[in-house]
């Protein structure tokens, strides 16, 4: 055993020892879409006071931060978890929740709670006295019955309150009420306003206080009679009643004692899903990861035999070290980054089959004495290959990241925690088992069972056969260019159906008791008074609803509509985003797009050469246009799912084009003579058997996903299988062909005579007879 082979057995080991030990201490923390609850991201305001700046904005969102946290810690649910985002939004998740319009009511609340002294009435909203020099302009709102009221300026505020709790009347069993204990300087503030109020006789409408919750009078009672003139209410205490119920007078009595937000808040996205899909969605996806998995690590092993059976056992250990990784950073496992890690098994198995190609090649072509020397050499000349390929899908991961949100977000997360443990499983754990099995003696005396020792079907076939598949590269760009067409037509006909994070409004997913025709749904619901619903079965028994912006009263009313029909409807799942939020959403989707295809131009140029820069990129914006078309011809919605697999399919498509780019370059160094037409028609050849064999591995993984993953999926998988054919195709029939035209261009303008050179003489010296 070598000492390379036994540093690279520690490492595993201790790799392993540690990813088993974080797997099973640390539990990874679920997505909403994944346990069920309800997501609400506010919004602060900035108001008329506040300064315009970005330190006050962060400042605000801080000291708003530490408000909601309180009222979340009296609303009493388990594990919530808030966050910043940004210097003016507040993510929050409230597990367990499935009342979206309570709990947007309690957090979203200003509760500027004030106390003022009734001056008299009035009779519009405008009807208000001239302001004084020593008295500020007069405010009207309506009280309980919707009489108008002329108020004074606040003299007390919710900052005088120490403490306010809901009870119920028992002396006169006139219902809810809430007792509010003032402190300080509120105890003689309180004194003070009745005291006033007192001077003036019974039923007289300046006898009364009014007690105002963001710019709403929600009592204003009558001072006792038995309360003298100039001397109060002494004691710090009052009741405020007002008809409430149970529920109604605890959540005053919580928003009092939280505090006022320092700012207005605005919610510009609230999405709920409901337990039993969340639940649904994990077996699914675990169904879809164990039966994708095992045919994969079926299909190598077929193909590679022993060498796939030790990369199997590499995968496996990839899954825990990147389930450990997950759990160690405190990572989201959302349902799009659960099938990021799904589909990050497929693309591990790509560094093993170019490891194990490229040894075959060896052990073929260069005679080599043994599996292990041609394994040993497999790595060595796949690892340039590997490298670009996975730091290309990290370029997407980290585009993801920083330019996304929400779930999409956590798909880069999982994409690029999955891309460096499927490195570290190639070519560490891989490479330690593989290298102690072929050093064995048994195994040398038996090469063919290694899998390396022969060139393979694939390979074989096209050597018997020699295709020249470069022969003719206009003919593929023609083929290419027809697709895209065609594609693009389906975009200018049909039009992209964009999904609610980018447009804003309100989707509600149901599970109905019964099928629903939903020309039926859209009838009643226009009736209702949503004539621009947009109902969509998916299924006998689901149903989805999308409007434009709902309050959360109009999105019960379209949920009793629903049931109503249906006999019976359960909401499944329900998200609003806010125009604003839907625009900055489609802003950021089209700049992720934008940043992914310049950052694959510049790494490409810098690591090959501008023309095969430009040959991939363009082959990637082919890769864009057609399964964005598709889904405009199929009507399928263009969301953040679908931007997270589109960034994916540009990752994976520029694995394929590197790899070749890799080999033309491999072999371009070893031939400098020899045609680059001829270069790349030898290096698409020898990359194919390992473009066919990464494909069907990942096509394994993802048909899967599409068949067993669920409805929350099937978009998903739908736009991965569709780009996986295009990327493929891109890679070897468009990418390649465009290098080859491209360098016949650059060399034609080399080869082109330089135009004769004019000279003309001076004015003063032409030619003359002497």
């Not at 009435?121 to 020099?133: G, N, R, V």
């Not at 799904?342 to 560094?351: K, P, S, T, W, Y």
Request: hydrophobic letters at 50%; glycine letters at 10%.
């Amino acid at each position: 055993m070598t000492r390379a082979l036994r540093v690279r057995g520690l490492l595993a080991l201790a790799a392993l020892a540690l990813s088993l030990y974080v797997a099973l201490t640390v539990p990874v923390h679920l997505g909403l879409d994944l346990r069920g609850g309800t997501q609400i991201v506010l919004e602060t305001r900035p108001t008329a006071t506040a300064t315009a700046t970005a330190d006050a904005d962060s400042d605000a969102t801080d000291r708003t931060l530490e408000v909601l946290r309180g009222r979340i810690d009296a609303l009493g649910v388990a594990e919530p978890t808030l966050a910043r985002s940004g210097d003016n939004r507040i993510v929050v998740e409230l597990p367990g929740v499935q009342d979206p319009a309570k709990a947007a009511d309690v957090l979203g609340r200003t509760a500027q709670l004030t106390f003022h002294r009734v001056v008299g009435t009035a009779t519009s909203a405008d009807d208000t006295a001239k302001p004084l020099p020593k008295r500020p302009r007069q405010q009207v709102l309506a009280d309980e019955s919707g009489r108008l009221l002329s108020l004074e300026a606040a003299s007390l505020t919710g900052k005088d309150v120490k403490a306010a709790a809901a009870q119920f009347d028992q002396r006169s069993a006139a219902g809810w009420q809430v007792a509010v204990d003032f402190e300080g300087s509120g105890r003689d503030g309180w004194a003070r306003l009745t005291g006033q109020a007192a001077c003036h006789p019974a039923g007289d409408p300046s006898r009364r206080v009014a007690i105002v919750l963001d710019n709403k009078i929600i009592s204003s009672p009558q001072v006792d009679p038995s309360v003298a003139c100039g001397s109060g209410i002494n004691g710090g205490a009052t009741q405020i009643t007002g008809s409430f119920t149970a529920d109604e007078a605890k959540d005053l009595a919580l928003l009092i004692n939280g505090g006022a937000l320092p700012v207005p808040v605005d919610t510009v996205e609230q999405r709920t899903v409901g337990p039993t899909l969340g639940a649904q969605a994990i077996a699914a996806s675990a169904w879809a990861a164990a039966v994708g998995t095992a045919l994969t690590a079926l299909f190598i092993i077929v193909i590679y035999r022993l060498m796939g059976a030790l990369a199997t056992m590499a995968l496996a250990c990839y899954g825990l070290i990147s389930y450990a990784a997950l759990a160690a950073l405190g990572a989201t496992l959302t349902l799009p980054g659960l099938a990021g890690f799904v589909l990050a098994i497929g693309m591990a198995v790509d560094a093993n089959v170019l490891v194990f190609e490229r040894a075959r090649e060896e052990y073929a072509s260069r005679n080599r004495p043994s599996p292990r020397s041609s394994l040993t050499a497999g790595f060595r000349g796949a690892f340039s290959a590997i490298a670009d390929s996975n730091v290309t899908t990290l370029i997407a991961a980290g585009l993801l990241f920083f330019l996304a949100s929400g779930p999409v977000r956590g798909f880069g997360v999982t994409l690029g925690i999955g891309v460096l443990a499927s490195m570290f499983s190639t070519l560490v754990i891989t490479r330690a088992l593989a290298e102690y099995a072929a050093s064995r003696r048994w195994l040398r005396r038996r090469p063919r069972l290694t899998g390396i020792a022969h060139t393979g079907a694939v390979r074989d076939r096209l050597a018997r056969t020699n295709p020249h598949l470069m022969r003719s590269p206009r003919r593929w760009l023609a083929a290419s260019a027809t697709v895209l067409v065609l594609a693009a037509s389906g975009i200018a006909a049909r039009g992209l159906d964009f999904g609610i994070e980018f447009t804003g409004g309100r989707l509600i997913e149901y599970t109905t008791a019964a099928p629903v025709d939903p020309d039926r749904a859209r009838t009643v619901l226009a009736d209702a008074g949503f004539p621009r619903a947009v109902v969509q079965t998916s299924g006998d028994t689901q149903l989805t609803v999308r409007t434009d912006q709902l309050t959360n009263a109009q999105a019960a009313t379209v949920t009793q509509t629903i049931g109503a029909l249906a006999g019976d409807a359960e909401k499944l799942r329900d998200e609003a985003i806010g125009p604003s939020l839907g625009k900055e959403l489609r802003q950021g989707a089209l700049i992720a797009l934008a940043a992914a295809l310049g950052a694959q131009l510049l790494y490409l140029a810098a690591r090959f050469r501008w023309l095969f820069g430009t040959s991939a990129v363009a082959a990637l914006a082919h890769d864009v246009v057609i399964p964005t078309g598709i889904f405009a011809w199929l009507g399928k919605p263009i969301d953040g799912v679908f931007l997270a697999a589109l960034l994916t399919v540009i990752g994976y498509s520029v694995n394929d084009s590197v790899v070749v780019f890799d080999r033309i370059r491999d072999l371009s160094r070893r031939d400098p003579e020899a045609p680059f037409a001829a270069v790349a028609d030898r290096a698409l050849l020898q990359t194919l058997p390992r473009t066919i064999n990464t494909g069907t591995g990942a096509a394994f993984i993802l048909t899967t996903l599409a068949v067993l993953g669920g409805d929350s999926l099937t978009d998903f998988a739908l736009a991965l299988l569709i780009g996986l054919a295009v990327g493929t195709y891109s890679s070897m029939f468009t990418a390649t062909p465009l290098a080859i035209e491209l360098h016949k261009r650059a060399q034609a303008r080399l080869a082109a005579p330089a135009p004769p050179e004019v000279t003309t003489a001076p004015a003063g010296h032409r030619g003359h007879n002497s």
